[in-house]
């Protein structure tokens, strides 16, 4: 899977000092469960969008759009803050990700 942001992309969305290693491995894990997220809900248009090769992975000449990138930060930081409120109904993404992502989405909304 695709990682649509790095670690330190990570930490600096969610105010974590850079110096601040505690939640290093936690957050290794959720970026490709947040940029999952992401590509699931671009679904057919995630290999136009991002580039991707044959095997769905990102290549030399894949570029992640900033609203795309931001999406799954947010998405992360859904994750991360494990906050239990209800954001979205089951199964959908955090109206904020959701929102930047509605003009990439599987077909084209205009």
């Given amino acids: 899977m695709p990682e649509l942001c790095t670690l330190e992309e990570a930490k ?5 000092a850079p110096e601040d290693d505690s939640h290093d491995d936690e957050l290794r894990d959720l970026i490709p469960d947040a940029s999952g997220a992401v590509i699931d809900y671009l679904s057919g248009r995630a290999a136009v ?3 991707l ?3 769905g992975d990102l ?3 894949s570029v992640v759009p ?8 947010i998405v992360l930081e859904h994750l991360f ?3 239990d409120e209800l954001k ?3 199964g959908g993404l955090p109206y904020r990700a959701e929102m930047l992502l ?3 989405a599987d077909p084209p909304l205009a």
């Fill in 102 to 104: 509605y003009r990439y």
């Fill in 81 to 83: 803050e494990a906050d």
């Fill in 66 to 73: 900033k609203p795309v990138k931001r999406a799954a930060l």
């Fill in 53 to 55: 090769d044959e095997n």
């Fill in 12 to 16: 600096r969305a969610l105010r974590i």
């Fill in 49 to 51: 969008v991002l580039l």
């Fill in 59 to 61: 290549t030399v000449d």
């Fill in 88 to 90: 979205r109904a089951p």
